[in-house]
């Protein structure tokens, strides 16, 4: 059978994902209190059906007191991995089939963007989180469709921290600077430098997340502080070749960890911290102004005004699909910044998202 068999048979998939393309879905995903902490009040008053979410100030009284805002979906404290992943499975298979795909976590230092794209550090079978079961759900496909499509797969792996690229698959711990290459032939192979692995298989691609994980903590006083202020890519390069024409297809799957999201205390924060608080500040407003830019479907896409968006540059907009799961903590001394999280999301899912605008 060739490629358009099995994308027949795959139909109503195919016509999901044909669905998501150009439009920017955003997900919000609510942290449970954790575990030894105080049960506080929770900030989040309510959640529809249809992707409301109301966050309640109790320190106000009246109209003021509440917000509602609208995404394509919001998941309560109750949403599992598996849940999470399956209204992100579509999207991931769709770069099987040739797309560029790019999936953020976004919010502030504690919200569950680790949680959900890499699962908690003791991790089991239920807890594991987007990025693993994105690549197990690839090699699984891969192996169903083999009679028609031969698939490999290549993973790199990069960490942008104060607008410099580093590359988290050296074996040699090097952590040497890397350019960025924009060139509309590299399919978004945008850091040609960066190692890139082949894996075969899902222990192949556990052990280079221990190797990433390692190169992370370089240079680091301590691997949450770091982590924290860098955006990690995690970038999964698929090329099929049809068996029957010799026709190649290329697509690819950034899974992006964001940096912290919170503004830092102006009055507090002094070099270094100062410094990184200004790069995460640029990068995550260019990041908000370019997607906010091809909702609108500007003339100009501000791609070049930071690190990241030039690396995700032929993976945001035109026929790429970008998907963004902005993380909330319900405690209540993170009010603020949940406000400002929610204010960033629905402006990066305004215009094209008139469906869930409508459900206010
Ligand atoms: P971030 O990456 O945004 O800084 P983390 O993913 O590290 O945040 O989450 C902070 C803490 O909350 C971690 O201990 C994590 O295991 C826990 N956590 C986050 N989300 C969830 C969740 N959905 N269920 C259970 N624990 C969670």
């Not at 008053?45 to 966050?55: A, L």
């Not at 594991?128 to 797969?153: C, P, Q």
């Not at 890519?233 to 090329?239: D, G, K, Q």
Request: aromatic share 6%; proline share 3%; net charge neutral.
């Amino acid at each position: 059978s060739s490629y358009h068999q099995v994308l027949e048979e795959n139909r109503f998939l195919y016509n999901q994902v044909q669905d998501l393309k150009g439009a920017i879905r955003v997900y919000c995903r609510v942290r449970p209190f954790l575990p030894g902490q105080p049960n506080g009040q929770s900030t989040v008053d309510y959640i529809g059906e249809n992707g409301n979410i109301m966050i309640m100030n109790p320190l106000k009284q009246g109209k003021d007191a509440r917000r509602v805002f609208s995404f394509n979906k919001v998941f309560a404290t109750s949403a599992t991995q598996e849940q999470i992943y399956a209204d992100t499975q579509p999207l991931v298979r769709s770069a099987l089939d040739g797309y560029n795909v790019c999936i953020f976590a976004y919010g502030q230092t504690g919200s569950g963007k680790t949680y959900t794209m890499s699962g908690p550090d003791l991790m089991t079978e239920e807890t594991w989180g987007v990025n693993y079961r994105a690549l197990r759900d690839l090699f699984h496909i891969s192996k169903e469709r083999a009679d028609a499509i031969k698939y490999e797969v290549g993973v790199q792996m990069i960490e942008i921290y104060n607008e410099q690229v580093r590359d988290l698959l050296v074996s040699d711990g090097s952590n040497r600077r890397l350019d960025i290459r924009n060139n509309s032939q590299l399919n978004g192979l945008n850091v040609p430098d960066a190692s890139l692995v082949p894996v075969n298989c899902t222990q192949d691609v556990l052990d280079l997340m221990k190797v990433g994980q390692r190169n992370r903590a370089v240079g680091a006083t301590a691997l949450n502080e770091r982590s924290s202020r860098s955006h990690s890519v995690l970038t999964v390069h698929v090329r099929g070749r049809d068996l029957e024409s010799n026709s190649i297809l290329k697509g690819c799957l950034h899974l992006v960890d964001l940096a912290g999201s919170e503004r830092v205390d102006k009055s507090e924060a002094v070099g270094e911290r100062l410094k990184e608080a200004q790069h995460i500040n640029k990068s995550l407003s260019a990041l908000g102004d370019v997607i906010a830019a091809l909702a609108q479907k500007s003339q100009h896409i501000p791609y070049r005004n930071s690190k990241l968006t030039q690396v995700l540059q032929d993976s945001l907009g035109g026929h790429a699909k970008t998907l963004m799961f902005v993380h909330i903590n319900p405690e209540l001394n993170a009010l603020g910044e949940t406000i400002s999280t929610l204010k960033f999301a629905e402006r990066v899912a305004t215009i094209e998202l008139g469906a869930a605008q409508s459900n206010k």
